[in-house]
């Protein structure tokens, strides 16, 4: 069985998230990177293809000419990784999906919701795998609460908390030429979100992910914190699932002190459940009868969800990295043909994106509550 090959948009000197994708896509040596567009300075693109080992004639000055170059070669690229800002996720993967190559995208999807519902109709016509890097559903302890929620081993679900919470943003950074700031505080640039959009959704999608309930209502309070901020650095977000179940979210990127502060509690009415991003490996089972169970991964217990997904015996740590691979070992067996129910797509991106208009709509003109429509099934 060959090697995927993967052309990658992004990832030139100075980015995190492109070089994340770049080593989690071929840890399990199922994925070749063979081509990208890793800057829109073309020199800058070279350098960083020289880097990754990928050959001169495969490092393209931008990404039109990857799309077009590498569809018409034989040995062409069987899937296209974006990993660019928001407003620059439309264009390319409709392209790639035009012209037959599969895509990975960095979340959200898009800039805006209308977009999302575009690239939909694109990921229909194509009829090509399409996949978001929703990195903390590729947890193997997060996949463990998932089955275990649904399997009714915490009863009936009675209350979410979801917390996102990091400091980096506290001070203008972006005027003083962080790159990674600039373009995540530029409305034109990340879209209508700030942290809600580049944070927020991993907890939206991590709270419906684990506890396989829609939210349908919300009540936000978005702020931008930081005098001169165009785009919300604070968000506070009251949830209402089906079923009946509150929740709170919480994200915020002026949380001085907090380094990747994601947690996740779910309350059942038998027991409930604990786990936290900065201690991935352990996973905390509060019990009605005042046991606490501590499952850790690799380790006894774990249900076949989360071993599946397990590289490692217990005791040897596995972390965001291993979670992002998941992610891609999904991915090339979507390629293959075979099945990968737990692999964010493009409804988890619709998803996302209409709880981001929303909630920033109800924060700026103080609606309170608002329902939160489904997104539409696109089979």
Known sequence: MRRLRMGLIGGGPGAFIGPVHRIAATLDNEIELVAGAFSRAPEKSRQAG??????????????????????????????????????????????????????????????????????????????????????????????????????????????????????????????????????????????????IGDIGVHAFHLAEFVSGLPVEAINADLAAVVPGRALDDDCSVLLRFAGGARGVLLASQIAIGEANGLTLRVYGDKAAIAWRQETPNQLLVHHLSGRTEMLTTGGAGMLPAATAITRLPAGHPEGYLEAFANLYRDFGRRLRGRPAPDLPGIEDGIRSMRFIEQAVAASRDERGWVPLEPARTFA
């Open 50 to 195: 020289k880097a990754y080992g990928v050959a001169a004639d495969r490092s393209y000055p931008s990404w039109m000419a990857l799309i077009e170059q590498e569809r018409a070669r034989p040995d062409g690229i069987d899937f296209l990784t974006i990993a660019t800002p928001n407003d620059t996720h439309l264009p390319i993967a409709r392209a790639a999906l035009a012209a037959g190559i599969a895509v990975m995208s960095d979340k959200p999807p898009t800039a805006t919701l209308a977009q999302s519902l575009e690239l939909a109709e694109a990921v229909r016509d194509a009829a090509r795998p399409y996949a978001l890097s929703y990195t903390y559903s590729g947890y193997p302890l997060v996949r463990h609460a998932r089955a275990l929620i649904a399997a009714g081993g915490i009863g009936t679900v009675r209350k979410v908390v979801v917390e996102y919470l990091q400091g980096w943003l506290a001070a203008p950074i972006e005027r003083a030429g962080n790159k990674q700031a600039e373009w995540r505080t530029d409305a034109g640039k990340s879209g209508v979100g700030g942290a």
